[in-house]
């Protein structure tokens, strides 16, 4: 084993890594397996890594991960903005604007108000979806630069 492996072994354990998006700026990077929490390389700023999951009341703030968001049945969930690099799954009532680099899928019976950016939106029968605008398929970083002409 060379040094630079010998190193990354080090840091990152013996389950290895696994790919983390930034949902500041969309930069990819590994991460150890068991951390919670990393530093974007490129922005600098602090990525949440672990899934959330959230079954009862979430008031305030915002919901940010590098994983996926699910909404429990019997959870409300209302604050600023729900954002995860992977998907969001809305069974329950969720009162913000959504981002997410993959899929939201909001369930039967699921209450979605506020804004979506995604690359898929799945609506079963019996879901109440109100807000907007609703882009899909979206960028999931908005560009900071202007378009050119």
Not at 2 to 8: F, G, K, L, V
Not at 22 to 40: D, F, K, L, M
Not at 49 to 55: E, F, G, K, M, S
Not at 98 to 125: D, H, M
Request: positive net charge.
């Amino acid at each position: 084993m060379n040094e630079m492996s010998s190193i990354r072994a080090a840091l990152l354990g013996r389950d290895g890594s696994r790919l983390a998006t930034c949902y500041h700026c969309g930069h990819e990077q590994e991460a150890p397996v068991r951390a919670q929490t990393i530093s974007c390389r490129a922005c600098f700023k602090q990525i949440s890594i672990p899934d959330i999951h959230v079954r009862a009341l979430h008031w305030g703030g915002s919901l940010r991960t590098s994983g996926e968001i699910i909404i429990d049945r019997k959870a409300r969930v209302v604050c600023q903005s729900v954002i995860a690099a992977k998907n969001v799954r809305v069974l329950g009532h969720l009162e913000a604007d959504v981002r997410a680099g993959g899929a939201v899928y909001v369930g039967p019976e699921a209450v979605l108000k506020g804004a979506v950016r995604a690359q898929k939106l799945i609506i079963e029968p019996g879901a109440q979806l109100t807000g907007g605008p609703f882009i899909v398929p979206g960028s999931f970083i908005e560009s900071s630069q202007p378009a050119r002409a």
